[in-house]
């Protein structure tokens, strides 16, 4: 039975992959700072940035997946830092691949949050170990986390000319599953995209109606390299629908 390590575990996407890795009969542990219980899963404590528990929690892994995240300026280092010591240690753990979880198109993008993942990706792509990429659109969870906050303001914000190719965290999580039972990785990244394409203002919308939400849909213009990123279509794949559950099944998962 090959072992798998979830690095970043414990969030949205690491717990998708973890449970479809179970699903199919393979042996999983989580890797985490604090870890954890349940599932049928082993939980793992190790720190990726002091690297301190990293050999322990990688002895006998064959796999490792990595979906960490580090979307604020004290946790980015997570992505960089603490991808090069989790490479060191799985190369000299004997570990066979390792996968990365990373975003669409993320390589033309010049926010910091976007420059890490970029950085993470080429510290992959340079490890001592043969590794593979994922790169997925946003996940469904993506624009309801931008409107639950500003709803409880009155404010339901839907920026102007953005849309979104949204997927679902268990689709991700087949991909995920599918890179990692690769014998010999691909160079090329895969790319994985959600079933469909809907303006920032139809999903607001969808959002807002399923959950009862108060607020005003409003119309506003992002600023910024982020919001010419969505405006120039950069985060989608219009020919790519990997997806299988749209934002309206997810909304109705709710």
Known sequence: MTTYLVAGGTGVAGRAVATELVRRG??????????GTGDGIEHVVGDLLTGVGLAEALDGVDVVVDTTDGKTRRTRAVLTDGAANLLTAAAAAGVARAV????????????????????QER????????????????????VPMICAPAAKLGL???????????IDTSDVARALADAAGMVRPAAAPTVV????????????????????ARGRVTNIRMPGSMGAFWREGRNLVPDNRFGTVTFAQWLARR
């Open 26 to 35: 393979a042996a999983v542990r989580v890797l985490s700072r604090r870890g």
């Open 156 to 166: 339901v914000p839907a920026f102007t000319r953005t849309r979104f190719q949204s």
């Open 100 to 119: 990365l979880l990373s975003i669409v198109n993320v390589d033309t993008a010049r926010f910091a949050y976007y420059r890490a993942k970029t950085e």
């Open 193 to 212: 995209a959600g079933p469909e394409i809907l303006t920032m203002r139809e999903m607001a919308v969808a959002w807002k109606d399923a959950t009862g």
């Open 123 to 142: 510290l992959y792509r340079e490890a001592a170990l043969p590794t593979h990429v994922v790169r997925a659109t946003q996940f469904h969870e993506f």
